[in-house]
């Protein structure tokens, strides 16, 4: 008898009796859940931490990190064209970054290490214009951000490495890139900068200006 979870790819193709993992994946499929995540809405509208299900057995794990038809579910409609993956060592901030005329909306997540991510509203017909919203991603907690149009984003590496995946809603645009400085008073981001930690910031980075004089999406 062959292993007859529907993700075959990943199972075990036991001759003798089905493993531990299949017996899962049947379990959960007869009752409907198989692939379903868990979508929290964040204190700014638009923005959402998304979960998706873990299936762990003794060999390691299965995740689907992105399924279209559940985001629908969820009513996440959006359609992603570019996906990008980053490295970065440990003290890294990267942003705040936006594209002007062509923006971009981001699913992010870790894939190694914990990165802290902050998206700041940009639109100026929100009630929560230049407010901040913060999570926490790693490749433990497998928690995933999507941030709509209209935002600026950055996050910073708590870990020793990390590894940063993100899929978006359009393509790079050279010239379009926008910035805000990461360490704006108006603005007033609680990075969790360790004691003793070294920022490692791009110099491009460290030129961009403040709310006040930064873009602003219509």
Not at 71 to 96: H, I, P, T, Y
């Amino acid at each position: 008898m062959y292993c007859f979870g529907s993700l075959r790819q990943w199972c075990c193709g036991s001759d003798k009796r089905i493993c531990l993992w299949c017996q899962i994946l049947a379990a959960h499929e007869k009752e409907n859940i198989m692939g379903k995540i868990k979508v929290t809405p964040c204190e700014i509208e638009g923005l959402y931490v998304i979960e998706p299900t873990v299936f762990k057995d003794e060999r390691g794990y299965f995740v689907e990190t992105y399924n279209q038809n559940d985001f629908k579910e969820a009513g996440l409609n959006m359609v992603f064209v570019q996906d990008n993956q980053s490295m970065s060592v440990k003290g890294v901030l990267r942003g705040l970054h936006y594209q002007k005329h062509f923006p971009q909306g981001k699913l992010v997540r870790a894939i190694r290490g914990t990165v802290f991510d902050v998206a700041v509203d940009l639109r100026t017909n929100s009630k929560t214009y230049g407010k901040w919203f913060g999570v926490e991603l790693s490749a433990e907690n497998k928690k995933q951000f999507y941030i709509p149009e209209g935002f600026a984003h950055g996050f910073i590496v708590l870990s020793d490495e990390a590894e940063f995946a993100y899929k978006c809603t359009d393509f790079y645009h050279p010239g379009d890139e926008g910035g805000l400085a990461w360490n704006d008073p108006e603005i007033g981001v609680e990075w969790p900068i360790e004691e003793g930690m070294k920022l490692i910031i791009s110099e491009k980075d460290q030129k961009w200006g403040g709310l006040k004089d930064t873009f602003k999406f219509e």
